[in-house]
């Protein structure tokens, strides 16, 4: 990148210090880097299946920073690569997950990208949209009903997951209890195949909640710190007792859905091209370069050091065993079951 | 299950209620969640007066939305209360499929054991109440086939309490069933305290020697007038309450099998794929040689649902006049 | 409820705009207000009766379903309604002799005595059939609207119904988001009367205006007072012109209230005062709506005691003729459970 002579930018950060910002970006080349691991892996024979989050950087690593580790839950779905890294998850439990080995925390069972982290405050979830969703719900309720304020649920899901009746549902009911609870909303626009404007007529999701009575905010979901400053505000409202929110951050799918998704069946290279030019990522490190946060050698140091580490988790996660046959008999309920065979 | 010195004399709607009472008082991590399950105190009047005692926070009317009640259920267990959710007619269960069978019986699998889903789901089935196709369903059946879920069905106060209580305690989703037509009609000695019955285990109700016959809610009393009727004619019948559906009790069923070589399995669910096509094939794997008897099932006829009017109503359901008929055939063969 | 909670409704209109209505229509709206209220007491009496198991109650709707039960056009619309839909049947062309084979499950009942009471259905007059399940009926009716725009029927639309314990369900959400989508020819009509059996509408919803999540399905939201049915019919009709006319989908919210219990199993004085209920009933809108007609000279105090005699009659004449009539033989359990013959596994 060529640099720029211009004095150092001045930067909306929301509050943010340097080594926060730093950490937003080393998040989002992170989530780059595995997610392409992912696919890389797929093409190369070694895992069956990879997720894809490209494009939903800038906003999973601005809602992450707005996160209270060791207070608040998040309730992901599965583009959310970034959100967990951003919580504390490590590339190395992300390549479990990949590999399905048995040292992951779901034992190898689950999809790649269906992390779940007790220790983290991260809810185990399935691959059914907006099922996870009355869960957030229940967890809030455990809190308030606790009185442990200072707490709250961040609930996450793609502009797809709006059309179920579980999402209706939820809404309401968090309304009814002033819930402390986050609904961010990553409107990616597309439900694999289908955009958009086949999946509602009205397009801006956030104006749906006057109609549950709460606040409702569309931000640039490009932007990890507009993000931030919009997932921080609901999250310190919800923890003070204000209720729950509905936040929309725009964003886009730049891959297909996985890889077992070829999206030029549905969509062409130049609408995706078109909003490659708003890529968070380089657009991110051009921010913290032209605000003079990092200098361009910092940025390539960082950008190796990712890879590094992305590359030593791989091998280790890989030499890692799988689970045993006799796993499939374990954890289906409480204690040793014997399957009716 | 504790030995207790008092008892008193209970139905089934007040055994259930002073069960949950007592969950209630004893734990505050109970919550109880449903539709108009406080203001109006459920539609039998099961938690009438809950809401007043313990607050609206904890005795939730939410609205007309099952998915979301056990959703939020899973939840909440997931996140360390103890919630029991009411369906409030089993009818109104299949929009909740998915959060039962996709999600609260698989949370504990898919985690790997990290997160758990200790939920009782409690709903009032069956029919000869007239309650026509949206208020007499059997719904057992369309849930057994799932393993992390476990089912009761049971059809005496003193179980109701023993069990609900163990599926209160139990550390995984439990659906229990209370069979609508028994909760004022059935009245027995409840034991006083807290008491569990394991889940999993059936219950002879009945000695006998000819015959084993195998049910569960109201056809477990019918099946026992009939006995009765068979043992002044000469023939002795054992009737064995299922009370568990999953897991289910098969030592218990091939123990009585093997003593008395025939098997008459009766539900009011209809018959194909029901669950006396579990414990037929479980029989038949198990015990085939010992049978003098090829294996009967006793079942409402395989159409959608009983209708309003009373005929259909009739014809749908069984009656221990049927059981008797069945049960004689079987023992004279 | 505090009806200040109700922005956007009218509730004392005093003008008389009859919105076009004729006054043969006008007193067509009366009539079927007066059978409703006539049928419900008659189910509510046979069942204390011990006649028949098990009735619901409409009472408190009369106005926005005689209302929008003349702007539905016959022979063209269709109707997917909910159980609590007994004038909206009635207003579309269901006699009062079929209401009562329904109340008696007579094997001449639409359904053969199959369905509860009140879950009527009627192909001929465009009348969905429905179970008792909250909103399940509603995607039915996105549905029935999807083929009629398939098919380019246009002058024809669906007008569904349910109360705002409905609102409340997935499928509501689901079905709203897809009307909307595609632009169906199809009317919600929300019947708010304020209690899901035993839940006030404030625990059912934070916003208590279910005509507000309209523009958040991008479709126009429509409040109205239900206790008028004037503004209800014109609400309704110009909702369903616009559907007829490829202009889409609208909600429309009617304010009213649930007057007696939910149905003859439930017993409201365990959830809610009987001072509540008889204040709202000074809302009644069938004295009401009779006051009305006289004072405008639509009708006279003869006339309307001459309507109200000859409904009595014709219900009491219904009720004898349906409960001579024969139950469904037991045979008829097995019949219709697929369009062939079926030998069920007995």
């Not at chain 3, 179970?131 to 996105?142: C, F, G, R, W, Y």
């Amino acid at each position: 990148m060529a640099k720029t002579d211009t004095k150092a930018k001045a930067l909306e950060r929301h509050g943010l210090t340097d080594e926060q910002l730093r950490k937003i970006f080393r998040n989002m080349l992170l989530q780059r880097q595995l997610d392409n691991r992912g696919f890389q892996l797929n093409r190369q024979g070694k895992v069956p299946f990879a997720l894809g989050s490209e494009g939903h950087e800038a906003l999973q690593a601005g809602a992450a920073m707005a996160f209270e580790r060791g207070k608040d839950i998040l309730a992901p779905y599965y583009r959310d690569l970034g959100l967990a890294l951003g919580i504390g998850l490590t590339p190395y439990e992300i390549l479990l997950s990949l590999f399905a080995r048995a040292a992951d925390h779901n034992g190898g069972r689950q999809f790649p990208n269906h992390y779940s982290s007790k220790a983290a405050g991260l809810m185990s979830f399935s691959s059914i949209l907006a099922a996870h969703i009355p869960h957030a719900v229940g967890s809030a309720y455990a809190m308030k009903y606790r009185r442990e304020a200072g707490r709250a649920v961040l609930v996450t899901c793609g502009d797809g997951t709006t059309s179920e009746g579980e999402w209706h549902e939820s809404m309401n009911f968090a309304a009814i209890h002033k819930l402390p609870l986050v609904m961010l909303v990553e409107n990616n626009e597309w439900a694999i195949s289908t955009p958009l404007d086949r999946q509602m007529a009205q397009p801006e999701i956030w104006k749906r909640a006057k109609g549950y009575g709460m606040p409702g905010l569309r931000f640039n979901g490009y932007d990890p710190l507009e993000t931030y400053g919009a997932v921080k505000e609901a999250l310190d409202r919800a923890r003070s007792g204000g209720g729950p929110s509905l936040i929309e951050g725009m964003c886009y799918r730049y891959l297909a859905h996985s890889t077992d998704d070829n999206d030029m069946t549905y969509r062409t290279k130049e609408v995706v091209a078109e909003h490659r030019k708003k890529d968070p990522v380089p657009n991110f490190e051009r921010v913290l370069v032209d605000a003079g946060v990092m200098s361009d050698k910092d940025v390539e140091a960082m950008k190796k050091d990712v890879l590094r580490e992305t590359n030593e988790a791989t091998d280790k996660a890989e030499s890692m065993p799988y689970p045993q046959t006799s796993d499939l008999y374990t954890h289906v309920y409480e204690g040793a079951w014997q399957p009716w065979q | 299950m504790a030995v207790s010195t008092s008892s008193k004399v209970l139905n089934n709607v007040e055994a259930v209620r002073e069960t949950l009472y007592e969950a209630m008082k004893s734990d505050d991590r109970t919550i109880i969640l449903g539709e108009d399950v406080g203001n109006r105190g459920n539609v039998f009047l099961i938690t009438k007066d809950f809401i007043n005692e313990f607050g609206p926070e904890r005795v939730i009317d939410t609205p007309i939305a099952e998915a979301s009640i056990v959703g939020i259920a899973v939840g909440m267990a997931m996140e360390g209360l103890r919630p029991i959710a009411e369906i409030q007619f089993a009818d109104f269960i299949y929009p909740a499929f998915n959060q039962i069978v996709g999600e609260a019986a698989k949370t504990r699998y898919r985690s790997n054991g990290e997160y758990t889903c200790p939920l009782v789901i409690r709903t009032p089935y069956g029919g000869g109440v007239r309650g026509a196709l949206s208020h007499s369903v059997s719904i057992e059946a369309l849930f057994y086939h799932v393993p992390g879920l476990k089912i009761v069905a049971p059809a005496f106060p003193s179980d109701v309490k023993g069990l609900l209580n163990a599926a209160i305690d139990d550390p995984d989703p439990v659906l229990f069933l209370e069979h609508k037509k028994t909760y004022r009609s059935i009245k027995g000695e409840v034991p006083e305290g807290h008491y569990t019955i394991p889940l999993g285990k059936a219950d002879v109700k009945k000695a006998g020697t000819q015959l084993t016959v195998v049910s569960y809610g109201l056809y477990v009393h019918w099946a026992i007038d009939a006995a009765k009727q068979l043992e002044t004619e000469g023939m002795s019948v054992e009737v064995i309450d299922l009370r568990s559906i999953r897991p289910m009790d098969r030592e218990a069923i091939l123990t009585s099998v093997e003593k008395t070589r025939k098997l008459l399995i009766i539900h009011e669910d209809n018959k194909f794929g029901g669950i006396g096509a579990e414990i037929s094939a479980m029989v038949a794997e198990e015990a085939l040689f010992h049978l003098d008897a090829p294996i009967r099932r006793l079942c409402a006829p395989d159409v959608p649902a009983m209708g309003y009017a009373e005929p259909l109503e009739h014809e749908y359901m069984s009656s221990p006049a049927k059981m008797a008929d069945a049960m004689r055939e079987l023992v004279k063969f | 409820m505090d009806r200040a909670d109700y922005p956007g409704v009218d509730t004392k209109t005093t003008a008389f705009d009859r919105a076009g209505l004729s006054d043969e229509q006008l007193i067509t709206i009366l009539r079927t207000m007066v059978m409703q209220r006539t049928l419900e007491n008659r189910g509510f009496q046979l069942n204390r009766q011990g006649k028949i198991p098990f009735a619901s109650a409409s009472e408190g709707h009369e106005a926005v379903q005689a209302g929008a039960a003349v702007a539905f056009a016959r022979g063209k619309d269709v109707l997917v309604p909910y159980y609590r839909d007994l004038g909206l049947a009635l207003g579309i062309g269901l006699t009062p002799f079929e209401v009562l084979l329904s109340l008696f499950a007579r094997a001449a009942d639409h359904s053969g005595g199959r369905q509860f009471p009140h879950h009527y259905a009627s192909k001929t007059l465009g009348l969905y059939t429905i179970s008792s399940i909250l909103t399940a009926q509603v995607p039915h009716a996105v549905g029935a609207a999807y083929a009629m725009k398939y098919r380019k029927e246009t002058g024809r639309a669906v007008l569904v119904t349910f109360g705002e314990g409905a609102t409340s369900e997935g499928e509501w959400h689901e079905s709203l988001n897809f009307a909307a989508v595609h632009a169906l020819p199809v009317v919600f009509l929300c019947e708010n009367n304020e209690w899901a059996i035993s839940t006030p509408v404030h625990q059912q919803m934070a916003n208590v205006n279910v005509y507000e999540r309209a523009a958040g399905y991008g479709m126009p939201g429509v409040p109205v007072n239900g206790m008028d049915p004037i503004d209800c019919y014109r609400a309704v009709k110009d909702a369903l012109d616009r559907a007829r006319s490829g202009g889409g989908p609208s909600l429309v919210e009617a304010k009213c209230y649930r007057f007696l219990s939910h149905t003859t199993d439930d017993d409201d004085r365990t959830y809610r005062s009987h001072d509540e209920v008889a204040e709202r009933r000074k809302e009644d809108p069938v004295p009401n709506f009779e006051r009305r007609l006289i004072e405008q000279r639509v009708i006279t105090a003869q006339d309307a005691e001459g309507l109200k005699r000859s409904v009595l009659a014709e219900a009491n004449e219904a009720t004898d003729r349906a409960e001579a009539m024969p139950y469904p033989a037991a045979t008829e359990l097995y019949a219709r459970v697929y369009a062939d013959d079926w030998q069920p596994w007995r």
